[in-house]
């Protein structure tokens, strides 16, 4: 069964403006971590921002936020502001379980373009 | 923050020859790597858990003779594809758990293209 899903293969935004990227994940652990990474074309996974499942606050870094719904096991991703380098692969991933070295599970990403 | 290598970052070779890829962690320890295959226009899947000091944990459907995996140090672990052949081309990434504030996450190296010709 697929952990993690991503089901926008591809998204198009208008620059200055605001897109959300969408993720659900299935996990029966009360304890796991979600993540959103972004990969340009020369291939490099970049960490974007990090979501525990007991954080109650949605986590934010700069231009990205995590719209966390814990209820409905989601975990999406908002950009504000869109920057034309901001396009770019995104991809969604949930570590299981508390050992915050664990594996990641990846969702199969989301090409997003940014239209000037 | 924490910073991953992989060196080459893009090599062709033969079919039949074997190739090794290094990943280092430049200035944290890492008693915990893994490596990722990801093939063009899909994600990242991963291959293997590299431990310092003990054998690797492989991945359902990952060969183990053929991608040999050697963690040798806290800062070091190579990834050597056997015998490689045409199907195993890819990108192969690695990344390791470091700590950025409070929280540990995973750092990933740049990647390493492989073309098996």
């Known amino acids: 069964a697929q952990k993690i899903t991503q089901t926008q293969p591809g998204m198009f935004v208008q620059e200055k403006e605001a897109v959300t990227l969408d993720c659900t994940y299935d996990?029966?652990?009360?304890?796991?971590?979600l993540f959103w990474y972004k990969q340009p074309s020369s291939g490099e996974m970049i960490f974007l921002i990090y979501?525990?499942?007991?954080?109650?606050q949605n986590a934010t870094e700069g231009r990205y936020s995590l719209n966390f719904q814990k209820a409905r096991k989601s975990a999406n991703l908002v950009i504000s502001a869109s920057q034309l380098g901001d396009s770019a692969m995104y991809f969604c991933?949930?570590?299981?379980?508390?050992?915050?070295?664990?594996?990641?599970?990846f969702g199969q990403g989301t090409e997003l373009s940014v239209k000037p | 923050g924490a910073v991953v290598s992989q060196h080459p970052s893009r090599v062709i070779c033969k079919s039949g020859t074997s190739v090794k890829i290094e990943c280092r962690s430049l200035?944290?320890?890492?008693?915990?790597m893994f490596w990722y295959r990801q093939f063009p226009k899909q994600s990242l899947m991963l291959m293997a858990t590299?431990?310092?000091?003990?054998?690797?944990?492989?991945e359902q459907g990952v060969e183990k003779d053929k991608f040999l995996i050697n963690h040798a140090s806290l800062t070091l672990s190579t990834l050597t594809v056997t015998s490689a052949h045409p199907e195993d081309s890819s990108f192969y990434i690695c990344?390791?758990?470091?700590?950025?504030?409070?929280?540990?996450?995973?750092?990933f190296g740049p990647g390493t293209r492989l073309l098996v010709l």
């Open positions: 990344s390791a758990i470091g700590r950025r504030g409070p929280q540990e996450t995973q750092y």
């Open positions: 996990t029966s652990d009360q304890s796991y971590g």
């Open positions: 979501q525990g499942s007991y954080d109650e």
């Open positions: 991933a949930m570590r299981e379980g508390y050992n915050q070295g664990g594996k990641l599970i």
């Open positions: 200035d944290f320890q890492a008693t915990t």
């Open positions: 590299s431990n310092e000091g003990s054998k690797a944990t492989y």
